[in-house]
């Protein structure tokens, strides 16, 4: 089939170059110009087709297939009016997906059919002849990139309806499974590109056509960025993040200092989201990444949740909810200067994030069709701004505000093509879908409030919540102790702590009790554990077990998680306190403080037995 239609898609191709690609490029060279394209008689190939039949809808059907180009590719350009290069030895290579959906009872059977890029394709050639135009190659890859990404990288897509009777809207969206938060440390062992033998470096990364960028790093080969940034998701066993590693320079080209990319599937599993990554193509250097899966859920509650992981990270640009726009359409939009009919274009702008529909030619009552996600830092004071502007006159035709708490309200946090009005002009009406999802991390668990009144109605603060189905949490399972045969009133309490492999550490800590004291027989405690994690700069990190009554040796088989790198260790203690819920007083038992180096000399797997002592800390 693809061989049959090459001749066609190679003509197709012949003039999308001589248009966009030639326009773009012009914008810097103004006499660059394509003369001979020729993409040859070799098709591309298919491989690796892949039809999913579960974790996807009943009513859809998704293919992923990769599809590479390596044929004898013949194009030369000019300059001016003199030829002045070729490429040669094009190569693509691409993942796509193909998502037919709704499927139907009757003819046509499927309702209408997406196509996209999962990631932004791998693309290399050679340019021959123009060694002497500086940055030249990098614009003609650039430019090539930014096209592929705007028309087809996800979130970006082609959409074809076969039926009427299906919703555009129910084609046109796609509800991601989640958001994936980075957290971009530092790096090591840079290379040196200045005069100066530093680097100033900062990191690019994309998740198909999202792309973020750190700050820049003056004069380090070790630099700390601490950043973080956060990509929405539409399926993490099929995409990955790509990272890109550069020397800021004022007067040329920026310097490569190494890539990387990862399978988001992968790091997203505990025990694997805090890691380092040597670079690629380059000679030496390394990253060091973290990670977090944030789930959507339409629960309102959760969103306490949230908020408390955002502070705790003490960073700004950290989102909680992701909201779904669909733009159907508009109506009664004015003219400009009474006569003239606009080139209407919306703005979609949310806190910081903004982004853009396509314009609509000469129109009043537009109609754009369009799905939109952008991400929410606080649902409950966070407002959508609508701008709805004209492409020629670069004017505000009309503009509305709604704020984002009103959808929290709503049934399940979601309406369906409501028709709004606008506020420059009384007929002026813009028809939208939308719909409210809160981020959840299932491995963050709550901290408590420095009062312990609320253990009764808290019975435990440990998140048991599903984290993504394909990275279950790894339970650290730990044997019940055998009932206690001495009297003795040594109060001992048993740690488990387990390091990841890699140079950062995911602390796990399980807690057993053992031979609580019994002054009173006939008052048996009621104990409970509280553990706070205290570290330089940070608020202390807080945890408790539920409450079990009526035992001196409780078993509690609570896993807590903090988060830490083997160099934030030795600054760090965590501090155990045993106490004793009764109805009208809670008094201590016991604590004991550890500090966190322990785990380094025992080699990052300590399992020991502590005694607990007099109550040092105030709690």
């Not at 505990?270 to 670079?279: E, M, S, V, Y």
């Not at 973290?290 to 339409?298: A, K, M, Q």
């Not at 055998?482 to 387990?498: C, G, L, W």
Request: hydrophobic share 35%.
């Amino acid at each position: 089939i693809i061989s049959q239609l090459w001749p066609n898609l190679n003509n197709y191709i012949v003039k999308y170059c001589r248009g966009k690609i030639q326009t773009n490029i012009r914008k810097k060279f103004d006499s660059f110009r394509f003369e001979d394209i020729d993409f040859g008689s070799s098709p591309p190939k298919i491989d690796g087709i892949k039809v999913y039949n579960q974790s996807v809808a009943k009513d859809s059907i998704v293919i992923d297939f990769e599809v590479f180009y390596d044929g004898d590719c013949d194009v030369n350009f000019s300059m001016s009016g003199a030829q002045i290069g070729t490429i040669k030895d094009f190569q693509m290579g691409v993942e796509i997906r193909v998502v037919l959906k709704p499927l139907l009872f009757k003819m046509p059977v499927i309702g209408g059919i997406q196509i996209f890029f999962l990631n932004v394709p791998d693309i290399e050639f050679e340019l021959e002849g123009i060694t002497g135009i500086p940055g030249f190659s990098y614009l003609v890859r650039q430019k090539i990139e930014e096209i592929i990404k705007k028309k087809l990288v996800f979130p970006n897509k082609i959409t074809k309806r076969f039926s009427k009777a299906i919703e555009a809207a129910e084609l046109k969206s796609i509800e991601p499974a989640g958001v994936l938060r980075v957290h971009v440390f530092e790096a090591r062992d840079l290379e040196k590109k200045d005069v100066t033998g530093k680097s100033d470096p900062y990191v690019i990364l994309h998740v198909g056509a999202q792309e973020l960028k750190t700050q820049v790093i003056k004069r380090d080969l070790n630099p700390q960025w601490d950043y973080y940034c956060e990509f929405i998701i539409l399926d993490p066993e099929a995409q990955q993040l790509y990272f890109k590693l550069f020397d800021q320079d004022e007067f040329r080209e920026d310097d490569f200092l190494g890539s990387g990319a990862v399978d988001i599937s992968e790091v997203i599993k505990p025990g694997k989201n805090d890691q380092w990554f040597n670079l690629e193509n380059v000679k030496h250097g390394k990253i060091h990444l973290r990670f977090s899966w944030l789930g959507l859920t339409s629960e309102l509650n959760a969103l306490n949740l949230t908020t408390q992981e955002t502070k705790l990270l003490k960073t700004e640009n950290l989102h909680a909810g992701l909201l779904t726009l669909y733009v159907d359409s508009a109506i009664n939009l004015p003219k400009i200067k009474f006569y003239k009919k606009p080139d209407p274009y919306i703005i979609l702008t949310v806190g910081d994030n903004q982004t853009k529909s396509r314009r609509r030619r000469h129109t009043c009552d537009p109609t754009w069709e369009q799905g939109f996600y952008l991400l929410v830092k606080n649902p409950e004071t966070d407002s959508l701004i609508i701008t709805v502007m004209d492409k020629h006159s670069d004017s505000t035709l009309d503009k509305m505000v709604y704020n984002i708490k009103d959808l929290c309200d709503k049934p399940s946090m979601q309406i369906s093509k409501e028709k709004f009005q606008l506020q420059l002009n009384s007929e002026s009406k813009l028809t939208l879908s939308m719909q409210l999802r809160i981020m959840q991390n299932a491995l963050f668990e709550a901290t408590e409030s420095d009062s312990d009144s609320d253990l009764d109605d808290c019975p435990s603060t440990v998140s048991r919540r599903k984290s993504f189905n394909k990275a279950p949490k790894e339970i650290v399972h730990i044997e019940p102790l055998s009932p206690a045969t001495s009297n003795s009133d040594q109060i001992e309490a048993f740690q488990k702590s387990e390091v990841a492999a890699s140079n950062a550490s995911l602390i796990q800590k399980s807690t057993f009790v053992h031979n609580l004291p019994l002054k009173n027989p006939g008052d048996i405690p009621d104990p409970y554990v509280k553990l706070r994690l205290e570290g330089p700069g940070i608020s202390p990190v807080k945890h408790r077990t539920k409450v079990v009554l009526d035992s001196c040796d409780p078993v509690y088989e609570h896993t807590f998680e903090y988060l830490l790198s083997v160099f934030e260790l030795p600054a760090h203690r965590l501090i155990v306190t045993v106490k004793n819920k009764k109805l009208f007083h809670t008094s201590i038992l016991g604590q004991k403080i550890i500090d966190l180096d322990i785990l380094e000399a025992s080699g990052f797997l300590l399992r020991d037995w502590f005694d607990l002592q007099e109550e040092e800390v105030s709690d």
